[in-house]
């Protein structure tokens, strides 16, 4: 079978929800993955971040094929000893708390705004504050909850009360605050939204502010989690703890699991038996696969390998910056990083996937560049090798096209 009997089985079969790029990976290992006509891409957005410790890690591999073995699911109403380790190591790695668990970060976040409904309902408090340029998921809640008005288009009414904040900018946030307000909801790197880092005065500030008005601080760690940004999780760059945590991605190491974290600093429950529930939510294989994430973490130091790499691709970064105008500034932390350019950003994305790097363009002008924690010295350089490539091509390009105009 080729690429294009693949497509032909999409056009066929496949609802096009995805803008699909003509590329049919059958294989990965570490920050690499093959086509199926063999050629070998280097990944820089393994899995939109799924797969933050690299393709298919060993340890991982072993643990879904050793669980696989006993028992694939157990329903939630019976005790499940691999669910029952991987909230105790998520609690370990966190704050004291409690986990829910669930598919994916959008399920972990409509997790969360029930949650804080929940909470605020005897108060008759149900208004969540979110961020403009913010992503939390696709599903309802979690797509309102999203500050971004393309992803709302055609799917009016949507769920009420969630009003939207400028990110980083705290006074924005306090203006919205009033009697119906119970929560404040942001991701502490804006991903989708165009990279970008939540300072210290506003995260900190937020945190301030909900401990005031008791209301709830919900932080979207679907992409920020598990070691992105060099530490675990990305509030821990900052002074606090929040109320609620989202998890997913790289959390399943490939594959589906989300998590909602409940700190213990909330006294009385909330949930109670029956008013949540996810049918394969925390299953047997997903958590094994899971704990194998935390013990590669560990084992492989990629906590470390995470800032040593980031810091080596923030030079990079500025090197290109400055030999290539067109880039107007760099931005993240860790291994989260972003290209903000002065031009579309697409061009270069599938300039870069046909030379052999695979990277993402979002917000029109961002190049969004995410390489697995396992990511090598070696292979860092040949992707900025590649990258630099990519720009000097189509600089290039740009101006043979604005000569041949002239004449």
């Avoid at 810091?311 to 030999?323: I, M, R, S, T, Y």
């Amino acid at each position: 079978m080729k690429t294009k009997d693949v497509q032909k089985l999409y056009e066929q079969y496949v609802m096009p929800t995805y803008t699909q790029v003509p590329v049919c990976l059958v294989k990965g290992k570490g920050a690499r993955v093959w086509d199926l006509e063999g050629k070998v891409y280097l990944d820089f957005f393994p899995g939109w971040a799924v797969s933050g410790i690299g393709h298919c890690h060993p340890l991982v591999v072993n643990a879904i094929k050793e669980q696989a073995r006993k028992m694939l699911h157990v329903a939630n109403n019976f005790l499940n000893v691999k669910q029952a380790e991987l909230a105790r190591v998520i609690v370990e790695a966190s704050f004291p708390g409690r986990v829910f668990f669930c598919n994916s970060g959008a399920e972990a976040n409509e997790g969360a705004i029930k949650f804080a409904r929940k909470y605020g309902s005897d108060t008759g408090r149900f208004e969540i504050i979110t961020m403009k340029n913010s992503f939390h998921g696709r599903t309802l809640a979690a797509m309102t909850a999203t500050g971004q008005e393309k992803f709302h288009q055609g799917f009016q009414p949507l769920v009420e009360k969630f009003r939207y904040a400028d990110f980083n900018d705290l006074e924005s946030v306090r203006k919205l605050v009033n009697d119906k307000t119970i929560a404040v909801m942001l991701e502490p790197i804006q991903g989708e939204g165009g990279v970008h880092v939540a300072s210290r005065d506003f995260l900190e500030g937020i945190r301030k502010l909900c401990d005031e008005k008791d209301m709830l601080l919900i932080l979207d760690e679907v992409q920020t989690g598990m070691g992105r940004t060099g530490k675990m999780f990305g509030y821990q760059h900052y002074s606090l703890e929040p109320d609620l945590m989202t998890l997913a991605k790289t959390l399943g190491g490939g594959v589906p699991i989300g998590a909602l974290v409940v700190n213990r600093r909330i006294k009385r429950e909330v949930f109670a038996p029956g008013m949540h529930a996810s049918t394969f939510g925390g299953n047997p294989l997903v958590c094994a696969a899971s704990l194998a994430v935390f013990k590669a973490i560990k084992k492989d130091k990629l906590l470390t390998n995470t800032i040593r790499m980031g810091e080596l691709l923030d030079k990079e970064f500025e090197k290109l910056k400055a030999k290539y105008p067109v880039i107007e500034s760099t931005r993240g932390v860790g291994l989260m990083r972003g290209l903000k350019l002065k031009e579309p950003a697409a061009p270069y994305a599938n300039e870069a996937r046909d030379e052999g790097l695979l990277i993402n363009a979002t917000q029109g002008d961002v190049l969004r560049i995410m390489p697995p924690m396992t990511v090598t010295v070696k292979e860092m350089r040949l992707g900025m090798k590649i990258l630099e490539n990519v720009f000097h091509k189509l600089q290039l390009k740009k101006k043979e096209g604005c000569a041949c105009s002239n004449h």
